[in-house]
């Protein structure tokens, strides 16, 4: 029987337990303890040739997707976007040196961020990456300085805020003029800054890029931003005589965290973008640019789940019943900072009824650490296995170790095969950097 319809693809319930790819929710914590991040290796391949064969359909294949790496960072998972043909997009000197460490191709790698140091302008010019997407005059100047002293001609884009609302928690949301990300195109910031790159000699303007935000459903919000770009890029032309060869429309796609959410295709999302360039581009007598995407959460979102053992249940009488895991915050922060829902299951009960109320709490000390408000869960009794799905991206990658917890190990399901690709912090790791 197929599992829960909307992750049935991955996630399946064989004799009442849940398996993923083949291979028991059981099982695996038996060999690898818990809390465990478990992802499905075909999961995050099906989802990185869903974007590529999007750019092929639609752009003739004069596109390429970028894996956005902040939603999950590991050597594993840059070899496999690396093998599907992505590029990545980086922000940060740590990701561009696990993504460089796991052998991807500079040139395919776009590094991002609004306040990137010298020192990791000077990396990225070291190693020859393909693209720095500039956030802000000043960085532009010191990019241009740093590539000529590394004697190097650095391609880039300026990040825009094309002002756009994009309709998603407010935590989330890039677009606007008011957010610490890029330039404006209202107040003319965006024509200033292209004009002065060209005067630069180190660095070469190629394209924009804009990022409205993060776990949007609406096909709207990006038509318009696209719509917005394009026009920019036109009239950038007319007025100074560039023109600029890219446009990098970001990430933001959203993911089904429940079965209620109104999920849309990525294949809807890129159609109709493209279909709107194509347009706006024939109205403006522009060609075509060469379009970029940035997906993170789509990518591997839904491929991953983690796997708790529920410790203590605690009925506190007419008020609520709080059901305690050996994780939260700690390896998922994303209900303490965003309230973001999340489905869930005994993973050994699947289809027993979910008739209990309950309040999913972390070990942390803290009262904000919860993983879920007042869901419905089959009866949870201590020692039971609780399954919570969606939690491939943004989880290992915002994990900490408050209350020295380390953070858990990272498994990789294939063919019914699964191998770890993060070791689990041991207590020895957490006193690594310290100093008696
Ligand atoms: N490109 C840029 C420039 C971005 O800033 C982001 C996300 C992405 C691409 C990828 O967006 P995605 O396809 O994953 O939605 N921690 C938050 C999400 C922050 C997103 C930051 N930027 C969360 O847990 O929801």
């Known amino acids: 029987m197929k599992f829960n319809n909307y ?14 790819d083949g291979v028991s929710a059981a099982d695996l914590v038996k060999e690898y303890g818990t809390p465990l991040y478990v992802f499905s290796e075909r999961a995050i391949r099906e989802n990185c040739r869903s974007y590529k064969y999007s750019i092929e359909k639609n752009y003739n ?9 902040k939603a999950f960072s590991c050597l594993a998972i840059y070899h496999i976007i690396a093998e599907e043909g992505l590029g990545a ?6 990701e561009l040196y696990t993504a460089l460490k796991a052998g991807m191709d500079p040139s395919l790698i776009y590094f991002h961020g609004n306040n990137k140091t010298d020192d990791e302008l000077r990396m990225a010019a070291e190693s020859g990456i393909g693209h720095v997407v500039v956030d802000n005059r000043e960085e532009l100047i010191r990019l241009n300085s740093i590539a000529a002293e590394t004697g190097r001609i650095i391609n880039i884009s300026f990040r825009i805020k094309p002002g756009i609302d994009a309709h998603t928690h407010e935590a989330v949301m890039t677009g606007q003029i008011d957010s610490k990300f890029g330039v404006a195109l209202e107040n003319g910031e965006a024509f200033e800054i292209c004009d002065f790159a060209r005067t630069l000699p180190n660095v070469n303007l190629v394209g924009v ?28 032309r007319e007025k100074t005589g560039t023109e600029l060869k890219e446009l990098n429309l970001g990430g933001g796609f959203g993911i089904r965290y429940l079965p209620s959410d109104n999920h849309k ?9 493209s279909a709107k360039i194509k347009e706006i581009c024939k109205e403006r007598d522009f060609p075509v640019p060469f379009v970029l995407v940035e997906p993170g959460r789509s990518i591997v979102g839904t491929a991953g789940i983690t796997l708790y053992t529920i410790g203590s249940v605690k009925n506190i009488k007419n008020v609520r019943t709080y059901v305690s895991v050996d994780g939260g915050m700690t390896d998922n922060p994303r209900f303490a900072l965003y309230g973001s829902a999340y489905n869930m299951d005994i993973a050994t009960r699947l289809t027993d009824k979910k008739d209990t109320k309950v309040t999913v709490a972390g ?14 869960l089959q009866y949870p ?8 799905y969606c939690t491939g991206a943004y989880n290992y990658s915002m994990a900490s170790n408050y209350n020295r917890i380390p953070r858990p190990a990272v498994a990789l399901i294939n063919d019914g095969e699964s191998r770890i690709i993060v070791k689990k912090e041991k207590y020895s790791d957490l006193i690594i950097n310290d100093v008696p």
Do not use: W
């Not at 992750?7 to 993923?20: S, T």
């Not at 294949?61 to 790496?69: C, F, P, Q, R, V």
């Open 7 to 20: 992750m049935g693809r991955y996630f399946e319930e064989k004799n009442n337990i849940l398996y993923i």
């Open 61 to 69: 294949g004069k596109g390429l997707a970028l894996y956005a790496s």
């Open 89 to 94: 997009d980086v922000v940060s000197g740590g």
């Open 209 to 236: 890029h804009c990022h409205i935000g993060s776990q949007i459903f609406d096909t709207e919000p990006f038509t318009a931003a696209a719509e917005v770009m394009i026009n920019f890029m036109a009239e950038l």
């Open 265 to 273: 295709s990525y294949e809807e999302f890129m159609s109709k973008v």
């Open 363 to 376: 070990k942390c000390c803290e009262s904000g650490d919860l993983l879920a408000k007042d869901i419905y």
């Open 381 to 388: 009794v201590g020692g039971d296995i609780l399954a919570v």
